[in-house]
């Protein structure tokens, strides 16, 4: 299991068989005779509950501290004293959920003698166990290089001046600075050695296994371009281990960074622009949107499948590959619009030779993007970010827009700024602006502005493809 992974688990795993245990003692006969005894808790009864009534209450107590412990769940390096900071601070969230659930909900309201005392326990139990699971802060920040040009591999080491543990880098062919020109190139293979004058400690296939094995805290990122397989790749698996993601400075203007911090010329790649509930949140509402609207348009679903069929141009879905984040590949599915290409090749522009009036009203309504609600059900996609462009078109698109690649910083979505502004992919730069601009602003209330003013355009192209029926 990843680092990252395993983290998550574990610290999932422990807070609810801790705040269990909690409630065991605290529920204990003894426990509660004991804390009565103290003048402030004198006047409280001692109920030891039933069978039924302590499942509902350790259900409660495990569900509701275990959600309060959301951004403790992220694998990233924390400080002992900024652990049991943060671990105390969600207990007492925690309390005082428990305690206004009690109050406006009786039939699951924990006794204000169990409450008071599971409190304590969690105080002392929680901290100690992140400080176990911690990934530790040091004064010397355990980084490494990660690239692809061992020349700017070199250059960055040299400007930095704070020591590293080494560089990972793929397979590639070097010449020493001090051998002559002529002189037969080294080869540089994963697992082997290298004539760098930095520490080789691993290549790109194990980058994973550097992070585990050396303990990294922090990827410097030293590709010579955005490559789709190895940049995106490593900004990935920074994700995903809950490491730092840095770059050059020189490079702030091809990625989305945050470039008001770093040291030096070395600036951080901003990975995480939402904070952890707000990606539940925002995760959540994909779920029940695409749910509920699945459920909702089935009788729709089925009647145009139907109609696609019976139409007998081809199948009913259309699927194309499509880029995710970080330059992923997935499968996006629509209700087909178009008669079958014969020969296969993949356009932007409609061929009014397969053009269907049959699909021509399902893109007039939208109907035709129905299928993507399971990309967004499943987790390929969001409702809201920039549109899944044609993986086999990125390369035009990028001739065109040279920043376009930044879009693959979020999760591609079912509708973005940029379509309610109206610009399209025969408008790469325009739409690459767009995209921007919503990676960079992109939060919650941002995104339901976005899905209402889709919904309002969609709502108004049916009313206005009905008034052209009555017209006609």
């Not at 412990?69 to 900071?85: G, K, M, T, V």
């Not at 305690?99 to 008071?116: N, Q, S």
């Not at 729709?300 to 194309?320: C, D, M, N, R, W």
């Not at 209330?445 to 209402?452: A, G």
Request: aromatic residues 10%; glycine residues 8%; charged residues 20%.
């Amino acid at each position: 299991m990843k680092t990252g992974r395993r983290y998550r688990v574990m610290s999932i795993f422990g807070v609810a068989i801790l705040t269990f245990v909690g409630i065991l003692i605290a529920n204990n006969g003894t426990v509660q005779t004991a804390a009565t005894s103290l003048p402030v808790l004198s006047r409280l009864p001692t109920n030891p509950p039933t069978a039924v009534e302590f499942s509902l209450e350790a259900l409660l107590a495990v569900a509701v501290v275990t959600g309060a412990f959301l951004p403790l769940y992220e694998p990233q390096p924390r400080r002992i004293l900024d652990i049991i900071s943060l671990a105390h601070k969600r207990v007492l969230v925690a309390v005082f959920a428990l305690a206004t659930i009690g109050y406006f909900d009786y039939t699951y309201r924990l006794p204000r003698l169990t409450l008071l005392v599971l409190t304590p326990i969690l105080l002392v139990v929680l901290p100690p166990w992140f400080i176990l699971l911690r990934q530790p802060e040091t004064d010397t920040e355990r980084e490494i290089v990660v690239g692809d040009n061992p020349a700017i591999i070199e250059r960055i080491v040299e400007t930095y001046d704070r020591p590293m543990l080494g560089y990972v880098a793929p397979p590639t062919q070097y010449r020493s600075e001090d051998e002559p020109d002529n002189q037969e190139l080294y080869s540089v293979t994963d697992g082997g050695q290298s004539p760098f004058k930095h520490g080789y400690v691993g290549g790109l296939s194990r980058f994973e296994d550097v992070i585990e094995d050396y303990n990294v805290d922090s990827a410097i990122l030293a590709f010579e371009g955005a490559d789709r397989a190895e940049f995106f790749g490593s900004l990935h698996t920074c994700y995903q281990h809950g490491i730092r993601a840095k770059t050059h400075a020189d490079h702030v203007n091809s990625l989305l960074v945050d470039s008001t911090s770093g040291e030096g010329p070395i600036v951080n790649i901003d990975l995480k622009p939402w904070s952890v509930h707000n990606r539940i949140l925002k995760r959540l509402f994909d779920i029940l949107f695409a749910g509920t609207a699945l459920l909702g348009l089935s009788p729709l679903i089925l009647l145009t499948a139907v109609a696609i069929k019976i139409e007998g141009y081809g199948p009913i879905l259309f699927s194309q590959n499509r880029t995710y984040q970080f330059g992923g590949i997935f499968t996006v599915y629509k209700f087909r619009t178009l008669k079958p290409e014969p020969d296969g090749e993949v356009g932007t522009a409609f061929d009014d030779n397969r053009r269907t009036p049959l699909g021509d009203f399902l893109r007039k309504t939208h109907l035709d993007e129905i299928p993507q609600l399971w990309s967004i059900l499943i987790g390929d996609m969001s409702v809201v970010g920039p549109r899944p462009a044609q993986t086999d078109l990125e390369d035009e698109f990028e001739a065109q827009a040279t920043t376009w690649k930044r879009r693959w910083f979020v999760k591609p979505g079912l509708t973005g700024l940029a379509q309610i502004r109206g610009a399209t992919s025969q408008e790469p730069s325009l739409k690459i602006e767009y995209d921007v601009e919503y990676i960079r602003n992109q939060s919650f209330v941002f995104d339901m502005k976005i899905v209402l003013r889709q919904l309002w355009q969609v709502a108004c192209d049916v009313l206005g493809l009905n008034k052209r029926g009555k017209k006609e």
